[in-house]
């Protein structure tokens, strides 16, 4: 069956433009497909900031308090040594190591979140099938509008991106 | 009490059936992988041989009893260590052991605090002995060289019958080609068994040979008071000593003696000190110690002593002179050298009469000797500081004549059958009496020897000799108190000692030596009481009593003529310098070559190891060409000459050379071949201790392993070695000390130090050590104590000239003071468990860290070796391995490691740990009799064998330990406090007492 | 200053008129032969020649260095000169060296990213790819240089048998968490940059081969801007964390020297003055790769003189700070007053080592001084010698610190020299095999420029500028 159209456009203005019109349309289930980031689509397709941060300053925070943690626990409390005749438990010297772990929780989440957010890896997706999609990632920026979409009919929503100015819109065949 | 049985070696055990069948029975699995000798399963297996010896023993060998020291062997518990008294003999003068037995194996030596000549301490040479015994290049059977033929073994059973025909064969021409020719020997069963000898060959002749002989001073005697006495010396009596070429400290029959009671009056406790003056041509360790130094050519040394004299005389010190000898003296006075510092010293000893001591050293001419003993008289020392005794063999020859005539016979084809008993004479007799080929050429030449050396290539048959920790016998020390001799072991060769030998010889059958000794003394003891008196001269390992008995001789006014001939001594001709032999402080004579712990020791002056050199005077040197240590000069002597590498002593004096003997052997062993040059190859019967030489520079450097002052160290470095040496080894006069008494601790300012934390409190035991450089004599006993009790590996000189050696306890040695006339001053350095230890806060897997006894601990096991504890120690007293240093190391010498240490993997970190087995054991018995350790219980290797007891270990926390007391001294410092390392390891500043107004 | 424009060839963009912008990709590129210039080098079937060439000069060497390790590890660290004192000799200088080169790629990317500096986009990766080379090349030493390599492991907070834990107070374990996460989130900030370009890579593939292996790194991307958004955000996070990172990593390794008590070591200045010799060897290195590349590969549209005046401009700079760390050590060392420190100083000018000392001083200080010209900065030839000279010099200034104060601390009777064995230098030479055997590999088969950022700032193609 058809997953949906898939529809080019010269470059990222026209893109833009055509975004922010089908955003109007009330479109919900659709994408845009760059070789780079575009400025002001993400305005222009109405997405929500991502809670990433929030994310991150959290695993940011677990590191450093993990990292005090388990030095203060390995150090005073589990196998406390004399070792050159300082305190069990100094915050001085816990500081580099806290800093790292911090710095380490905080990119593995920024990077892992981001992945797990995108429903990256997937390999399989309908739009891969399609030979002209091959051209998204070299120079070519398209909109992607899927079936499931509740305003999506077939014929309406071909013509509706034709008249967004797209150089050529084809269809999708396969499930997601 | 039962018999300790002594069984023989392992590889015997393990060929032994009995084991064989009860190993197997008790590891069916191992049996095979347990008898192979492994490195890991040795140990195991000694110990399962200890219960089996006895069985063993009781099938193959006759039982013998020997009587441990203070422990009782009933109840006897493998694993403990026992420790037996003995003695050993070297150059006829006895020094009384301590050797530590564990599971009947010998592995340590100490000196015998009850014994005279010890009082607990040991050299150097006496606790590598331990080494010698498991030395896998000791001879191993007999040998015997036909002709020129190939050696071929032979049973020590072939010998033995061969041996009673061919002195059978002797008997009809009463032995007069026989020849016995003998290392010096104290032995009085020996003196006994050579009556019967002499009964039986009267026409045989005993020719005993000392390479280090000290006949000069017999011959002194004998001009001073008509027969050769032997002198003696009461340091401990003495204001004034002083030291004429005379190394009274180190390189003397009696030097542990000497040391100890000039030691007694060094540290100033009543504010007195004894005052030491050295006149001396190289650096020798008294010289190192004195509070001045003459450095003079040796052959100018008898012009000061007669110079002192003649000041002495005219000054009326020296009452009833007899007027040719007044006369005498006064041709010093118009003697072309002098010094200043002469009538210095001829006022010091005036000022002490009675409290003075003159001393000559063996290198200096008999009338040299005869001299002293008239000073010594006039200044009414003697009988007080020196006194005298009969000489044992008052009727022996020179040992120079005695060799002398000896080669004069074998030229003369009048010897048939020489017996060699030990020593090495082929290698060590002068060299223009050519023994080695002599010997050679005589028909039956027999050798005792330990090693198949030299000396028994040239002979027809070797015997192997039984290491004196394998057999009986006994010895007297300088000052006569006797000693038995006791096995701690079978003999792990077909050893025969030399005793055994002439027993043979003598009797012409074989009788055990504890048999020989046993009737010796049974001749010396109380009959009734035998056994009783008997058990425990072995038990203490001295006899009481048998001490020399002071004589009061009156000087013969023979000696005038030739002191006066002293007068004429002059400095070698332009263009040639003046050659000393000196004896190694390793190797001794050359005896000890193989010995790795020795040859691996440095010099306690020059630092070098594996190696001897030509010590210059640095002017010399430049004159020379030479540039720096290592370049290679050839010395000619006596028409034979020596390409030497030369070493840049500061200190030595102009125009005076010195070489030391005893390297450079051939047939030493694996260890010993090759390492150094022969220097008795310049030796001559007429110039024994000094000759004249030419030298001259030739191509080329060697790379002398030296375990300081690598030739890198540039001028910049030098002039900065210069001054930290003054904060490192802080040094006052003892006018400084009295005016104030914390000057030591006002040299280097010390940052006041607010903790930013609570430091960690130590409520119970506190150790720590403390060492008084006043009386570190730098012997560097401790170092080898230390490597013996902590199976510290050998590296070998190419390790060490990397800087690789791995002593945990090194002295380091530097040059203070006037350049042209630097001082010596020693420091020995070993971990300072610094309460702040830098090295444990870098280590990052804790391998390092302080127990709670404020020990800073090395952890083997859990170090990965990153090194950067040794780059952090500001001491750099930690040692890597780096290299798996036990490799190659065969079961037989692991015979000597010590158990209750870890032997170290390749690449971890080790370091002194205060012996931390040694406290432990303490603590442990302490617990088990449920009782405080007492202070001085615990003692170090280090401290133990130390002969002036400079290092003190124990508790801080005991406000009555000596260390505690020495802490608290004035004198005390820490070296670098000022970086805040709080050591636990603290010096006691030198003291030195120069005469007033020189020093 | 109009002539002066007209008169500039047009390959040149190094102008620093503020009247025009110079663009940072030339030659009337559009996104499709960017892409084109850019894959074609990992699309050819046949490799440049100086490319195999220098891949099989760096292949031996890693083959060597694989055999140094070998015998190290069988027989015992002494195979190298080390000594006591001088226990650290080539093996931690290399370790500081190449963390120190690993220190431009994550900066550029992460700083420069910040800074919005557009330039960085046409460096950004390869420098990222010689910063992971670099730090692989850094944990080898450490990695190796102990005396039980097999006990290793020991260094990290493992629960155990033995129940003991590291001791956090030692640098050496501050070192072991600051390298390995630097080298973990470089790897991750690099490998985030690659996907899109690996996913162009994918979708240009033409044997089924290259479509799975660069499919299964490309994680499925396509694209999507809702995926766009959230790569962005977590893109720029990483650099936020990244960069006070690359600040530290060399701050704590300069700990292992700063916090030791050794004179010469024991300085507060080593932080900074680290950081800075970091910088300063990374841009050399990057300055040393980027020349050769640029003209092998084609790439000199992306590549532009700009970027390589640039960062001579950084390498001046940094150079200069270097500089100054000399000579303030001398300063404090003589204001002090603490003789023993004094001694290490004047004994690192005129001691034994005085050569390792001037030889670094000529290099780092003198050398980059060319860069004021703008000649030299724009002559490949110029930048690619000052480059090697700056390496060269960076190597020494570790070898200085670190053995003239081993071979001359407090106690005279210690000091030592410390000379090299074979196995050292082979070792040496070894890690820059590795190093460039890695590298070549990188610039084969992974893309060597950030095609997705270049675009992101190249004029659209029908002129209009977005809203």
């Known amino acids: 069956m058809t997953w949906g159209l898939l529809a080019e456009f010269a470059g990222p203005a026209e893109l833009v433009s055509a975004a922010e019109r089908l955003r109007d349309g009330g479109y919900t289930r659709w994408d845009a497909h760059t070789p780079f980031p575009v400025h002001g689509l993400d305005a222009a397709m109405g997405i929500r900031p991502t809670r990433l941060p929030w994310l991150v300053l959290g695993a940011g925070i677990c590191g450093c308090g993990g990292g005090l943690l388990m030095q203060w626990w390995m150090n005073a409390v589990a196998y406390p040594l004399i070792v050159s005749g300082k305190p069990f438990n100094s915050l001085p010297a816990s500081i580099p190591v806290a800093f790292e772990l911090t710095i380490l929780l905080a990119s593995l989440t920024a990077f892992g979140a981001m992945m797990v957010a995108n429903g990256l890896p997937r390999f399989r997706h309908p739009l891969f099938a399609s030979r002209e999609f091959l051209r998204a990632t070299t120079d070519a920026f398209f909109i992607a509008v899927e079936a499931a979409d509740p305003k999506f009919d077939l014929e309406a929503t071909e013509a509706a991106l034709r008249a967004l100015g797209a150089s050529r819109v084809v269809r999708v065949e396969g499930d997601a | ?999 | 200053m109009a002539v002066a424009t007209l008169e500039r060839p047009s390959r040149d963009n190094t102008s620093s008129d503020p009247a025009r912008r110079a663009p940072l990709v030339l030659a009337g590129n559009d996104y499709a032969s960017v892409t084109e210039k850019v894959c074609r080098i990992v699309e050819v079937r046949k490799p440049p020649r100086a490319w195999t060439l220098a891949f099989t000069i760096a292949a031996s060497f890693t083959g060597i260095l694989g055999l140094m390790v070998l015998y190290l590890i069988t027989t015992g660290v002494g195979v190298w000169g080390l000594n006591k004192p001088v226990s650290w000799g080539f093996d931690i200088t290399n370790f500081v060296f190449w963390v120190g080169i690993g220190h431009a790629g994550t900066l550029i990317s992460a700083i420069l990213y910040l800074f919005r500096q557009q330039w960085r986009t046409g460096i950004n990766r390869f420098a990222e790819a010689m910063t992971i080379f670099a730090v692989i090349c850094a944990l080898l030493f450490p990695g190796i240089h102990v005396g039980r390599i097999w006990f290793e492991y020991w260094i990290a907070p493992l629960p155990n048998q033995m129940s003991m834990w590291p001791n956090f107070r030692s640098p050496l374990l501050w070192d072991f968490f600051a390298v390995g996460t630097y080298f973990t989130v470089s790897l991750v900030f690099w490998y985030m940059g690659l996907i899109p370009d690996i996913a162009t890579i994918r979708d240009r593939a033409t044997t089924k081969a290259r479509r799975i292996a660069y499919g299964l790194l490309a994680m499925g991307w396509r694209g999507s801007n809702r995926h766009w958004h959230r790569y962005e955000r977590a893109y720029l996070l990483l650099a936020a964390l990244a960069t006070p990172l690359v600040l530290s990593v060399h701050s704590v390794v300069s700990f292992d020297f700063a916090t030791s008590m050794l004179p010469g070591w024991h300085a507060t200045i080593f932080p900074p003055y680290f950081v800075a010799g970091a910088i300063f060897g990374g841009f050399a290195m990057v300055l040393m790769l980027a020349v050769p590349c640029r003209q092998w590969f084609g790439v000199k549209d992306v590549i532009t003189p700009r970027h390589l005046e640039n960062m001579c401009k950084i390498v001046l700079a940094t150079g200069m700070m270097v500089g100054y760390a000399y000579a303030i050590e001398f300063f404090i060392a003589w204001y002090s007053g603490n003789p023993v420190e004094g001694f290490v100083f004047i004994n690192r000018a005129f001691g034994p080592y005085a050569w390792a000392y001037w030889t670094m001083v000529f290099c780092n200080v003198a050398t980059p001084q060319v860069f004021w010209s703008r000649r030299a900065r724009s002559n490949p030839w110029v930048i690619f010698a000052v480059a090697v000279f700056v390496n060269i010099g960076m190597w020494f200034e570790r070898f200085v610190i670190i053995v003239t104060t081993l071979s001359r601390d407090f106690l005279p009777s210690s000091w030592n020299s410390y000379t090299p064995t074979w196995v050292e230098v082979l070792t040496l030479m070894g890690s820059f095999g590795l190093f460039f055997t890695l590298f070549l590999l990188f610039l084969r088969f992974l893309p060597m420029i950030a095609m997705a950022e270049v675009k992101a700032i190249m004029p659209a193609p029908h002129g209009e500028a977005h809203r």
């Open chain 2, 1 to 999: 009490m039962p018999p300790v049985e002594l069984w023989r070696s392992l590889d015997d055990l393990a060929g032994d059936p009995t084991l064989r069948e009860l190993v197997s029975r008790e590891f069916p699995a191992h049996a095979d992988e347990m008898l192979a000798s492994s490195r890991r399963d040795f140990l195991k297996l000694m110990g399962a041989s200890v219960a089996l010896a006895g069985m063993t023993a009781c099938r193959r060998w006759p039982s013998e009893l020997i009587v441990p020291f203070a422990h009782r062997p009933e109840g006897y518990v493998p694993g403990s260590t026992l420790q037996y008294a003995t003695s050993l003999d070297v150059g006829g003068a006895a020094t009384g052991l301590l050797v530590t037995s564990y599971d009947g194996r010998p592995i340590k030596i100490e000196g015998n605090p009850s014994h005279p000549q010890s009082l607990g301490a040991t050299d150097p040479c006496a606790q590598a002995t331990v080494l010698q015994l498991y030395d896998p290049d000791r001879s191993q059977g007999v040998v015997q060289r036909e002709g020129s033929g190939e050696p071929a073994p032979r049973t020590v059973e072939a010998f033995t019958t061969w041996a009673r025909t061919h002195f059978a064969s002797l008997d009809a021409s009463k032995g007069a080609g026989l020849r016995v020719l003998a290392e010096p020997s104290s032995s009085l069963a020996l003196l006994a068994i050579r009556e019967r000898f002499a009964r039986r060959f009267p026409g045989a002749v005993w020719v005993e040979w000392d390479p280090l002989s000290r006949d000069a001073a017999r011959e002194g005697a004998t001009l001073a008071f008509g027969r050769p006495l032997r002198t003696h010396l009461a340091l401990e009596r003495a204001d004034v000593i002083a030291a004429f070429d005379a190394d009274l400290l180190f390189d003397d029959p009696a030097a542990l003696a000497n040391a100890r009671a000039w030691a007694r009056r060094r540290r100033a406790p009543d504010d007195v000190m004894n005052r030491l003056w050295a006149v001396e041509a190289g650096y020798s360790l008294t010289g190192g110690s004195a509070d001045h130094r003459i450095a003079v050519p040796s052959v100018l040394v008898p012009v000061v002593l007669g110079r002192v004299a003649a000041v002495l005389a005219r000054a009326g010190a020296l009452p009833g002179l007899p007027p040719e000898t007044r006369a005498a003296l006064e041709r010093f006075s118009s003697h072309s050298f002098d010094d200043p510092r002469i009538a210095a010293l001829a006022r010091d000893l005036a000022g002490a009469p009675g409290r003075s001591a003159v001393v000559v050293g063996p290198r200096q001419p008999a009338a040299a000797h005869a001299l002293a003993h008239l000073l010594n008289h006039g200044l009414a020392n003697a009988g007080v500081t020196v006194w005298y005794s009969e000489d044992p063999e008052p009727a022996r020859p020179s040992h120079r004549e005695a060799i002398a005539r000896l080669a004069g016979d074998l030229n003369a084809g009048v010897v048939d059958t020489v017996v060699v008993l030990g020593g090495n004479p082929a290698y060590d007799a002068p060299r223009d009496l050519d023994l080695a080929g002599k010997l050679s050429h005589v028909k039956t030449a027999i050798r005792l020897g330990l090693y198949d050396d030299e000396t028994s290539e040239v002979c027809d048959w070797h015997v192997p000799q039984a290491h004196y920790l394998e057999s009986w016998g006994d010895a007297r020390g300088w000052d006569g108190t006797a000693g038995i001799v006791q096995p701690l072991i079978r003999p792990l060769y077909d050893g025969m000692s030399a005793i055994e030998l002439i027993a043979l010889v003598a009797d012409g059958k074989t009788t055990p030596g504890y048999d020989l000794v046993r009737a010796t003394w049974q001749a010396r003891l109380p009959s009734p009481d035998f056994e009783r008196a008997w058990r425990r001269i072995v038990h203490d390992g001295v006899a009481e009593g048998t001490r020399f008995v002071a004589v009061a001789p009156e000087l013969s006014p023979g000696a005038a003529a030739p002191i006066a001939a002293l007068a004429d001594a002059e400095l070698p001709r332009a263009g040639t310098y003046e050659l000393t032999f000196s004896r190694s402080a390793s190797l001794h004579d050359g005896r000890y070559a193989n010995l790795g712990w020795l040859a691996e020791l440095p010099d306690p002056v020059t630092k070098l190891t594996w190696d001897n050199a030509a010590l210059l005077h640095p002017e010399d040197a430049k004159a020379l060409g030479v540039k720096r240590n290592g370049d290679r000069v050839a010395i000619e002597a006596d028409g034979r000459e020596l390409t030497v590498p030369a070493f840049l002593l500061p200190g030595q004096a102009k125009g005076s050379i010195g070489l030391d003997l005893g390297w450079g052997r051939r047939r030493a062993g694996r260890v010993g071949d090759a390492v150094g040059v022969d220097a008795y190859a310049l030796r001559s019967s007429d110039s024994l201790w000094r000759a004249e030489a030419r030298v001259a520079r030739r191509p080329g450097t060697d790379a002398l392993a030296s375990t300081q002052d690598h030739h890198i160290v540039d001028t910049l470095g030098k002039r900065e070695q210069a001054i930290r040496a003054e904060e490192l080894v802080r040094t006052g006069t003892l006018e400084e000390f009295l005016e104030n008494r914390a000057f030591a601790r006002e040299r280097v300012e010390i940052p006041p130090d607010a903790p930013l934390w609570t430091p960690h409190a130590y409520p119970g035991h506190k150790w720590g050590l403390a060492i008084d450089l006043t009386a570190c004599t730098g012997c560097h006993a401790c170092t080898i104590a230390c490597q013996a009790e902590n199976n510290i590996p050998v590296v070998g000189p190419a390790e060490v000239r990397r800087g690789r050696e791995m002593h945990w306890i090194r002295v380091d040695r530097y040059f203070a003071g006037d350049p042209a006339a630097p001082r010596l001053a020693f420091q020995p350095m070993a971990c300072h468990h610094c309460e702040t230890a830098p090295c444990e806060q870098v280590c990052p897997v804790a391998a390092t860290v302080h127990d709670h006894e404020g020990l800073n601990v090395m952890v083997y096991n859990r170090c990965v070796g990153t090194r950067y504890c040794s780059n952090n120690c500001p001491y750099k007293v930690r040692r890597f391995n780096w290299f798996n240093n036990h490799k190659h190391a065969t079961a037989v010498e692991m015979m000597v490691m010590n158990p209750e240490v870890t032997v170290r993997s390749r690449g971890v970190m080790e370091k002194c740990t205060y012996c931390l087995q040694r406290i432990e054991a303490v603590k442990i018995a302490a617990k088990n009799e449920a009782r405080a350790i007492r202070d001085g219980e615990i003692v170090p290797a280090c401290a133990q064998v130390c002969p002036t007891e400079a290092i003190v270990f124990g508790d801080l926390n005991d406000p009555e330990s000596r260390v505690r007391a020495a802490h608290d001294d004035p004198r005390c410092y820490g070296v670098l406090e000022e970086v805040n390392t709080k050591p636990r390891t603290r010096y006691l500043a030198r003291l030195t007492n120069p005469a007033r107004g020189e020093a």
